[in-house]
């Protein structure tokens, strides 16, 4: 019964068919054993586009200032606790070159909203990574910004651009963010990014305070329509320093059955597995893999700001040792599975 519950599953949402609230109650609600086809399923998708690769991107937190007020960020301007940095122009470069040295072939710019970070200041740094390195892609994860800017930073180079939309419920995504944002606006963004030709991805935590089946109906259907190339998702975990101190974690179940619902539902797309997984669960990255993503981020962020970035309480550091030693590691782990890590730049299959 389960057994046949799950095939139809798969099968409608291969066919473009959205689970709907209901019977995403009862996905959840099954077991492990009745969920593999499932996983089955989202992972041989991705081994049809992509065969056995895992892309690797290098992730630098450029800063951790930002003038928003999301309410279950750690990075949120009410939190007058949180350490605030800025990385300098010239030492964003330097990071660059030696992820460059050791393979990386992409680099995510991501950052809160600083308006430091102004198009005058991007404009030239992404020029200048793009004719230092050769074969190099430009991921920018800067927030919501003016069609014009985005347009700007394009022209400069920048390839890709993610933007979570958070939730596609506008009165959850009320409910999650200070009355100056609405899910109108960055669905704004998202279309723009789109229409100026970057590799789009948008992006979820689930399990944030609020959060119903029903408006994870919602985002499959925004994902299934929007049709990204890249999608985030993670469980929500609390921060202590914001008002969603006291709300339960995102369950890592759950996040992986949803990640295996986008990868049937967008076969093409690049998913991570996201530090959120890994620091919910400690397997959490192989765990993504096994459920569809076929994208890791190593965080290159220097070690002295790499604390500081802290947007929930707990974010893994366990990739700063020695990076070379770290991708051996998980590559040997992927290998048991089936997979490898692919450190070209990774694109979109298009
Ligand atoms: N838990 C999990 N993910 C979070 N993000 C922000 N705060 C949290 C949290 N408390 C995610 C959001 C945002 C991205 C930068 O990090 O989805 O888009």
Same mark, same amino acid.
Request: with cysteine; aromatic share 8%; charged share 30%.
């Given at each position: 019964?389960?057994?046949?519950?799950?095939?139809?599953?798969?099968?409608?949402?291969?066919?473009?068919?959205?689970?709907?609230?209901?019977?995403?109650?009862?996905?959840?609600?099954?077991?492990?054993?009745?969920?593999?086809?499932?996983?089955?399923?989202?992972?041989?998708?991705?081994?049809? &586009?992509?065969?056995?690769? &895992?892309?690797?991107?290098?992730?630098?937190?450029?800063?951790?200032?930002?003038k928003n007020d999301c309410l279950y960020c750690g990075l949120r301007r009410s939190n007058k606790e949180a350490q605030r940095y800025r990385i300098k122009e010239e030492d964003i470069f330097e990071i660059c070159k030696i992820g460059y040295e050791k393979g990386f072939r992409t680099f995510v710019l991501q950052g809160g909203e600083d308006g430091y970070f102004g198009d005058e200041i991007l404009v030239p740094l992404i020029e200048k990574i793009k004719s230092a390195f050769k074969?190099?892609? &430009?991921?920018?994860?800067?927030?919501?910004?003016?069609?014009?800017?985005?347009?700007n930073l394009f022209n400069a180079g920048a390839d890709r651009y993610l933007l979570r939309h958070e939730t596609a419920d506008s009165k959850h995504y009320k409910k999650l963010h200070p009355k100056d944002m609405s899910y109108e606006?960055?669905?704004?963004?998202?279309?723009?990014?789109?229409?100026?030709?970057?590799?789009?991805?948008?992006?979820?935590m689930v399990g944030s305070p609020y959060q119903t089946e029903e408006s994870l109906y919602k985002d499959l259907v925004f994902i299934k329509e929007f049709y990204p190339e890249m999608v985030g998702i993670g469980p929500f975990i609390p921060h202590k320093k914001t008002p969603f101190k006291d709300f339960e974690k995102g369950s890592v179940k759950k996040t992986l059955i949803m990640l295996a619902l986008v990868?049937?539902? &967008?076969?093409?797309?690049?998913?991570?597995?996201?530090?959120?997984?890994?620091?919910a669960d400690g397997n959490g990255l192989l765990k993504g893999i096994l459920s569809g993503a076929n994208v890791i981020m190593p965080n290159l962020t220097p070690d002295e700001y790499r604390t500081k970035y802290e947007i929930y309480d707990g974010k893994t550091t366990s990739d700063k040792k020695c990076i070379k030693e770290y991708l051996e590691n998980i590559d040997n782990e992927l290998n048991k599975i089936g997979r490898r890590l692919n450190m070209s730049r990774g694109d979109y299959k298009k």
């Open positions: 019964m389960k057994k046949d519950f799950i095939e139809r599953i798969i099968e409608n949402t291969q066919k473009g068919i959205v689970p709907k609230a209901e019977d995403l109650k009862l996905i959840f609600g099954c077991d492990d054993k009745a969920l593999s086809p499932l996983y089955e399923r989202a992972r041989e998708t991705a081994f049809s &586009v992509y065969s056995d690769n &895992v892309f690797v991107r290098g992730l630098i937190e450029i800063t951790s200032f930002c074969n190099v892609a &430009v991921t920018l994860s800067l927030g919501e910004r003016t069609k014009e800017s985005y347009k606006n960055r669905k704004r963004c998202l279309y723009d990014l789109k229409e100026i030709g970057y590799q789009t991805g948008c992006g979820l990868r049937i539902l &967008v076969p093409k797309a690049l998913l991570p597995a996201t530090t959120a997984l890994k620091t």
